[in-house]
């Protein structure tokens, strides 16, 4: 049997009773060049046990790996260690894609990717508001720099990511640091996507369902959980070539918070940017008290 041309990732810790979203969608896909890798991130409930009911059904191509529990970004490790295919795509346990999202990555590469492309970019939707998250991409947008979506206010909503299997592996591992678990991964997305673009599907690529208890509904807590992740993606953002000195700015104030909180006292010898790091400061202890007030409340 050949191999697949792309991989539908899902990282997942405790969700079993949400995953089959994720299964049915993929069995009803109207292109089945795809397999399923499932990174169960040290489950404690039955994830093990469903997984191996659908692997034991043959509806789609499944694999099933279990680690011990470290936080959504080792999550995205072990999957850029194991993913053999050209592409890839992470799909959440809580999300699921509409039927025709693998035939429309798929005819999108084939007929306009290229090793000058990073990968694809498509629109997540809202599943219960039918709408797409922040909105369509402009008509007129055939490919953009993830970036840029955001300094240029081209699209300030969530959006999906396929990437080129072999960028990212490059970039893998995500290395963090102990007892934090909040590195967002879009640490190694942004660094991939700095020198190239993705293609623009303006189309819908994945019904997303917030969770209360997802990575996003508790962002205040993550700023004191996770300082020292926070530090090291504040430092690699300031060092990207698609940058806005608006946005440094924006990212020096974060920077010197999360040395607060880390109780970093070199925080200024460690910035790349020192100069803009110092004159940041006075925000950066207002976010940082904003931060510790936000969290007692």
């Known amino acids: 049997m050949a191999s697949p041309f792309l991989t539908v990732f899902t990282p ?6 949400l995953i089959v979203r994720v299964y049915e969608s ?9 397999e399923w890798l499932v990174i169960d991130d040290g489950s404690t409930d039955n994830t093990r046990e469903v997984i191996a009911q659908y692997i034991a059904e043959h509806r789609i191509a499944i694999r099933y790996i279990w680690k ?19 592409l890839n795509v992470c799909i959440d346990s809580d999300d699921f894609m509409p039927e025709n999202a693998v035939e429309l990555i ?24 039918k709408q797409p998250i922040g909105g369509y991409f402009p ?13 240029y206010r081209i699209h300030l909503g969530d959006a999906k990511q396929v990437m080129r299997t072999d960028l990212m592996s490059h970039i893998a591992p995500q290395i963090g640091f102990p007892n934090e678990k909040d590195f967002n991964p879009i640490y190694m997305l942004l660094q ?9 599907i303006n189309e819908n690529l994945c019904w997303v369902d917030y969770q209360k208890t997802g990575m996003a509904a508790d962002i205040f807590k993550q700023y004191v959980r996770s300082p020292h992740s926070l530090i090291k ?47 940041m400061a006075p925000f950066g202890f207002i976010l940082y008290l904003f931060i510790l007030w936000k969290n007692r409340h």
């Open 12 to 17: 997942t810790y405790n969700r079993a009773h």
């Open 26 to 34: 993929l069995c009803q896909q109207t292109c089945q060049d795809f």
């Open 68 to 86: 011990e529990n470290g936080g959504l970004y080792t999550g995205y490790n072990t999957a850029y260690t194991n993913i053999t295919s050209p």
């Open 106 to 129: 798929l005819q999108t590469w084939n007929e306009r990717g290229g090793e000058q492309y990073a990968g694809i970019i498509g629109l997540d939707f809202y599943a219960d508001k």
């Open 139 to 151: 008509k007129d947008l055939n490919e953009v720099y993830l970036h840029d979506l955001y300094l």
């Open 192 to 200: 991939v996507c700095d020198t190239l673009p993705l293609l623009v």
């Open 233 to 279: 993606m504040r430092k690699m953002e300031m060092n990207l070539q698609r940058n806005t000195f608006c946005n440094l700015l924006r990212l020096n104030i974060h920077y010197v918070s999360s040395c607060l909180i880390a109780c970093n006292k070199h925080w200024l010898k460690d910035s790349p940017k020192p100069l803009l790091s110092l004159l």
